[in-house]
């Protein structure tokens, strides 16, 4: 696709659920990063990939936020059991490489936990 | 702990009424500082970088300078569609290729 998708684009789920977020970032781009925004709150880093793998994690809030991406690709942020501090919009970004200051973002996945 | 404060959180403009946009920081070291604009229920997008004190960049009626504390996003006679708010953010050195980011200047441009 021309830029990066993110789906869902609304996620209503209850407390205790689990939920996965998914990430298209554009073709070719390497780099691929995760941020939360929250209600007056700026955007708040959460984990980056270089490739596959994710040299940097300590944006995770807790051991319930977890991510992967798959063939250089694809990214899911999986979220179990959910709590409703969690309610907020998660942003992905793809660049074409590191240290590449153009990230591209997506429109972003709100999740409203209930 | 890096920080980057933004002020005003609002600003009103009347169409053509140029002015300043600050965003302060403190880092251990910088990489470089970036200047983004984000509309209503939309991703952040992507204007400017800046890397060293003395910098400056332009981009139609927006330009943003450097000094080793602070940033400035100048908007000169402004137009309703530069409406937006705009997110200051820094990358710092040490490996990491994560952002810190303001909470941004919500800016509306009346006709």
């Known amino acids: 696709g021309a830029g990066v998708s993110q789906s869902p684009s609304n996620k209503v789920t209850e407390k205790g659920k689990d939920v996965e977020l998914r990430c298209d970032p554009i073709?070719?781009?390497?780099?691929l990063y995760w941020y939360r925004q929250s209600l007056g709150q700026g955007l708040e880093f959460l984990i980056y990939f270089q490739g596959n793998s994710a040299p940097d994690k300590s944006g995770l809030p807790s051991d319930r936020f977890s991510a992967e991406r798959t063939g250089g690709s694809v990214s899911t942020l999986t979220i179990q059991r959910t709590q409703q501090e969690d309610s907020a919009v998660y942003l992905c970004?793809?660049?074409?490489?590191?240290?590449?200051?153009?990230?591209?973002f997506g429109q972003g996945t709100r999740l409203t936990v209930v | 702990e890096d920080q980057v404060t933004q002020s005003p959180e609002a600003l009103r403009l009347q169409e053509g009424e140029s002015s300043s946009l600050n965003c302060s920081y403190t880092v251990s070291g910088l990489r470089g500082l970036f200047w983004y604009r984000q509309d209503p229920g939309k991703g952040p997008e992507f204007l400017f970088t800046?890397?060293?004190a003395g910098e400056e960049k332009e981009k139609e009626r927006l330009k943003a300078t450097l000094t080793k504390k602070e940033s400035f996003l100048h908007i000169t006679a402004p137009k309703p569609e530069d409406s937006a708010t705009y997110l200051c953010?820094?990358?710092?050195?040490?490996?990491?290729?994560?952002?810190?980011f303001g909470k941004g200047t919500k800016l509306t441009v009346n006709p």
């Open positions: 800046l890397y060293s």
């Open positions: 953010a820094v990358g710092t050195q040490g490996g990491s290729e994560k952002l810190v």
């Open positions: 073709s070719g781009h390497t780099a």
């Open positions: 970004a793809s660049s074409r490489q590191l240290r590449n200051t153009e990230a591209f």
